[in-house]
């Protein structure tokens, strides 16, 4: 789930803006259409299930 981020004043996001943020190991920062969207990266479990999606269609190919 995507969210918009702080609060930004000074007109639409650039992509000089998001260079000057601080890094965030914890989000993937995306800017569309000027605004900024913060998607947490996926946990464990996600990851897991993931793996096992990924593999269950490799195996019944």
């Not at 803006?17 to 479990?45: F, K, Q, S, W, Y």
């Not at 299930?49 to 990924?54: D, E, G, I």
Request: aromatic share 2%.
């Amino acid at each position: 789930m995507s969210v918009a981020a702080v609060e930004h004043h000074v007109g639409p996001w650039t992509v000089d803006d998001v260079l000057a943020l601080p890094e965030d190991t914890h989000h993937r920062i995306e800017l569309l259409g000027g605004a900024l969207l913060l998607t947490p990266h996926p946990d464990v479990p996600h990851q897991r299930a993931s793996l096992r999606v990924s593999l269950a269609g490799v195996s019944g190919s």
